[in-house]
């Protein structure tokens, strides 16, 4: 055994005179912390393990445990903090590239946060839900820029295939496989009850839940993963994947150990085998390229379903956005760097693209400024925490949003942060049918039904407070949103004018 070089992040704290030793900790814990040692007739803990989910605290029948932070720190300076050092230790003893789990943590602004939300008062009366009429309900898909009439005179309402959404909110995408069977079904079940989306992921539609179909975006990712006629078919949208917000530039990659006899068959690939996609798409070096696939998707579904393009928000967004706008895609979705993952390599997570707010606003004003902005609608994703986020994000010209992470903390995910290691004690980010069994769909369902159904009432309070009854007349007005405390710069880039203001 190597030397360890600093102490556990994570003790763990048992009361001995409330723990009756009952071993409920010991057969919870997928990582193997507790243990029952029969000569000393008590339970022992290996603090090395601890990745401080709360499983054990939570089902504890004694309230015997607690895990708390280890005070006992490296010494540390405001150059080389505890972090940067553990880091450094971990590949010089590995020679490995570091990996990591959900989305960025470091101390970057997070800019919904600086951002408030003006309200009506007496000379534009406010709203009340409760008692008048709110329009939630969102059309995804490109818009006629103007009215067309027929030759006889009638409007021409024929629109280009649309997604019908009750609220302005999807479930993200998140693969068969880096989360659980039982994670997908209760995606799927809560999307059709909730009449908005899910998405598949890069890793393909399990046979179980063509079902949902109606209430499934299916997604082309570069590996090409359980791409076929019939999966393509048999979703309501197509998101072609160039990118993500938690790795932008990398490619996916699906240990081997995770690759069952279900997964194997889902994505068409050998059991056992790894899942490696590559960064690029070898057939796209091009808005030519793009425009290609754009229209081959559209022959293969005969013209019936939306296409999105996923990009990870970068530094020339913008113009990224304003290509794809004319490659015939009729979605954009973009996704920030605080977007969460089951696996990136830390310093991509930690290390590159932007703040999603700021790559909506400039994708919005720039989409405007070349009067292309209803060629496409507008998705975006990356930490949407809370129906707040989600009406700041509407104002500064979202159609909608994308919303993961939020997702699985509704289904019982404790963020922490070991997706890629697939011992989700919660049965989430995991394979092992023991721990998969831990999420029940009929309760993580249910759950994520309440989650949204709240976040639509409060959508509703909030766009009441500011006297719109509608989605459609919040997009993209930036009027009714104020910054604090943040630079000029940052207030024109956003659009908005400063509290007080």
């Known amino acids: 055994m190597g030397i360890s070089y600093f102490a556990p992040e994570f003790e763990v704290v048992r009361n001995g005179d409330r723990c009756i030793q009952c071993r409920v900790c010991e057969r919870q814990c997928a990582n193997e912390v507790h243990r029952y040692d029969g000569d000393l007739k008590k339970m022992l803990s290996d603090e090395t393990k601890c990745v401080d989910c709360q499983r054990c605290v939570s089902l504890c029948p004694t309230r015997a445990l607690k895990i708390v ?9 405001a150059n080389w903090d505890s972090d940067t050092i553990k880091e450094v230790y971990k590949q010089a003893g590995s020679g490995g590239v570091l990996l990591s789990s959900m989305g960025n943590p470091k101390p970057y602004p997070v800019y919904w946060d600086k951002i408030l939300i003006n309200a009506s008062q007496v000379t534009n009366p406010s709203i009340d839900p409760l008692r008048e009429p709110m329009e939630t309900r969102v059309f995804l898909g490109k818009k006629p820029s103007r009215l067309e009439r027929d030759p006889d005179g009638s409007l021409n309402c024929e629109l280009s295939p649309q997604l019908e959404l009750s609220m302005p909110v999807m479930f993200s995408a998140m693969s068969y496989g880096s989360i659980s069977y039982n994670a997908h079904e209760s995606l799927a079940r809560a999307a059709r009850e909730l009449g908005i989306y899910y998405n598949t992921g890069e890793g393909g539609l399990h046979e179980d839940f063509y079902a949902y179909g109606p209430n499934t975006i299916v997604q082309v990712a570069s590996g090409r993963f359980g791409v076929h006629e019939d999966y393509l078919n048999a979703g309501a949208a197509i998101e072609i994947k160039m990118g993500q917000g938690a790795k932008p530039g990398i490619g996916g990659h699906l240990p081997g150990a995770k690759v069952g006899a279900d997964i ?32 081959s998707l559209k022959q293969t579904t005969h013209h019936k379903k939306p296409v999105i393009v996923k990009v990870a928000a970068v530094h020339n967004i913008a113009a990224i956005a304003s290509g794809i706008a004319r490659s015939g895609a009729d979605i954009i979705a973009i996704d920030g760097f605080r977007g969460g993952t ?7 997570r930690d290390s590159v693209g932007i703040p999603i707010e700021l790559a909506l606003a400039a994708v919005d004003q720039r989409l405007r400024d070349e009067g292309i902005r209803s060629n496409v609608s507008l998705v975006v994703g990356g930490s949407i925490r809370s129906s707040a986020d989600v009406v700041k994000a509407v104002a500064l010209g979202a159609d909608a ?12 995910c404790h963020l922490c942060r070991t997706c890629q290691t697939g011992k989700c004690n919660w049965g989430i980010a995991t394979q092992r049918p023991e721990l998969v069994k831990r999420l029940n769909p009929d309760i993580g369902s249910r759950r994520l039904v309440n989650l949204m159904t709240a976040w639509n009432h409060e959508i509703k309070e909030l766009m009441g407070g500011m006297g719109i009854n509608s989605i459609e007349a919040l997009r993209g007005n930036r009027l009714m949103l104020r910054g604090i405390g943040l630079t000029e710069k940052e207030l024109e880039i956003l659009g908005i004018s400063h509290a007080g203001a």
């Open 69 to 77: 932070k280890n005070d006992c720190v490296l010494r540390e300076n």
């Open 401 to 412: 949003v994308y919303i993961a992470t939020a997702a699985l903390l509704a289904l019982g």
């Open 264 to 295: 194997s068959r889902t994505r068409m690939i050998p059991e056992g085998s790894d899942a490696i996609s590559p960064a690029p798409h070898h057939d796209i070096y091009s808005i030519e390229d793009l425009r290609q696939l754009v229209f």
């Open 342 to 348: 089951g696996a990136a390599p830390t310093r991509i």
